[in-house]
Nanobody, 124 residues
């Protein structure tokens, strides 16, 4: 599967953005989908993930209650709805797919497909 992330941009603190991750190629529903982010000078970190049919989700503590991950297997797209954005959410956001995992993973090495990243900038 090939992944294409989009939807990033510049937003003021307290605002919202919705990221999309469009897939092409192999069956999208074979993949657990995750979102990660990487801020300048920092390591890539887990944000959220959703199981193959959307029944299970996980979130980083820093985004719980503010971000919502979802997927539409018919449209081969995963989403990350980000509300109440903070300046510390500024990062390049990457979507990723895990075809072989059993549970929803939070480590980058568990994911074998990556999108190109989309920049989210939150101004104070």
């Amino acid at each position: 599967v090939q992944l294409q992330a989009s939807g990033g941009g510049l937003v003021q603190a307290g605002g919202s953005l919705r990221l999309s991750c469009a897939a092409s190629g192999r069956t999208f529903s074979d993949y657990i989908m995750g979102w990660f982010r990487q801020a300048p000078g920092k390591e890539r970190e887990f944000v959220a993930a959703v199981s193959r049919i959307g029944g299970s989700t996980k979130y980083a503590d820093s985004v719980k209650g503010r971000f919502t991950i979802s997927r539409d297997n018919a449209k081969k797209t995963a989403f990350l709805q980000m509300n109440s954005l903070k300046p510390e959410d500024t990062a390049v956001y990457y979507c990723a797919g895990d075809r072989t995992g059993v549970g929803v993973a939070t480590t980058p090495r568990s994911y074998d497909r990556w999108g190109q990243g989309t920049l989210v900038t939150v101004s104070s």
